[in-house]
């Protein structure tokens, strides 16, 4: 598991001169590559050097899209769109996963945004529900797994874990 950090944003920043910095992150991991079964790369939620670095390792992108920000939807296209350049450009294609957070069928733009999804051929892998659970265990600073263990949102990112692990597999 490689974790997004702030100071990531430095080595944004002296990837842009370099040549080929878009593989920086590929020929980084070549090395230690076949040593793992999984590896799991947490990125900024923007298309910038080091997600553009991610998304040429990635054989699969799970891109989360919160319901209560209909600019994800848009921010989804986006991403879509960057992995059909690298695609173009280097025959880099991973499947794109969106899943949606903070979902609340009682609300009508979970819905919409979910139909949304739908009609743009992006159907989301799962749909984790909003919960107060997740704030709590945020500002509690404990893994949502210790602090609510059967809760909801625990049990629908677990049935996601699940899910990924098959579709990864094939």
Same mark, same amino acid.
């Given at each position: 598991?490689?974790?997004?950090?702030? =100071? *990531?944003?430095?080595?944004?920043?002296?990837?842009?001169?370099?040549?080929?910095?878009?593989?920086? *992150?590929?020929?980084? #991991? +070549?090395?230690?590559? !076949?040593?793992?079964?999984?590896?799991?790369? @947490?990125?900024?939620?923007? #298309?910038?050097? /080091?997600?553009?670095?991610? *998304?040429?390792?990635?054989?699969?992108?799970? $891109?989360?899209?919160?319901? =209560? @920000? =209909?600019?994800?939807?848009?921010?989804?296209?986006?991403?879509?769109?960057?992995? !059909?350049? /690298? %695609?173009?450009?280097?025959?880099?294609?991973?499947?794109? *996963?969106?899943?949606?957070?903070?979902?609340?069928?009682?609300?009508?733009?979970?819905?919409?945004?979910?139909?949304? /999804?739908?009609? #743009?051929?992006?159907?989301?892998? !799962?749909?984790?529900?909003?919960?107060?659970?997740?704030?709590?265990?945020? !500002?509690?600073?404990?893994?949502? $797994?210790?602090?609510?263990?059967?809760? %909801?949102?625990? /049990?629908?990112? +677990?049935? #996601?874990?699940?899910?990924?692990? =098959?579709?990864?597999?094939?």
């Amino acid at each position: 598991m490689i974790p997004g950090a702030r =100071e *990531l944003a430095g080595v944004e920043m002296s990837l842009v001169g370099e040549m080929g910095r878009e593989r920086f *992150l590929h020929n980084a #991991l +070549d090395p230690v590559i !076949a040593t793992y079964q999984r590896i799991v790369i @947490d990125t900024p939620p923007n #298309l910038g050097l /080091l997600t553009v670095n991610a *998304l040429v390792c990635a054989d699969t992108v799970l $891109a989360p899209v919160s319901p =209560e @920000d =209909e600019a994800s939807v848009q921010g989804i296209v986006e991403l879509r769109a960057t992995i !059909a350049k /690298l %695609a173009r450009l280097g025959g880099f294609k991973p499947r794109l *996963l969106p899943l949606l957070t903070r979902w609340a069928p009682q609300r009508i733009i979970s819905e919409v945004i979910d139909q949304a /999804l739908i009609e #743009l051929d992006l159907p989301p892998v !799962a749909r984790i529900p909003a919960r107060t659970a997740v704030a709590q265990a945020a !500002a509690a600073q404990v893994p949502l $797994a210790v602090s609510a263990r059967d809760g %909801a949102v625990t /049990l629908a990112y +677990d049935r #996601l874990v699940n899910h990924m692990a =098959e579709v990864v597999s094939r």
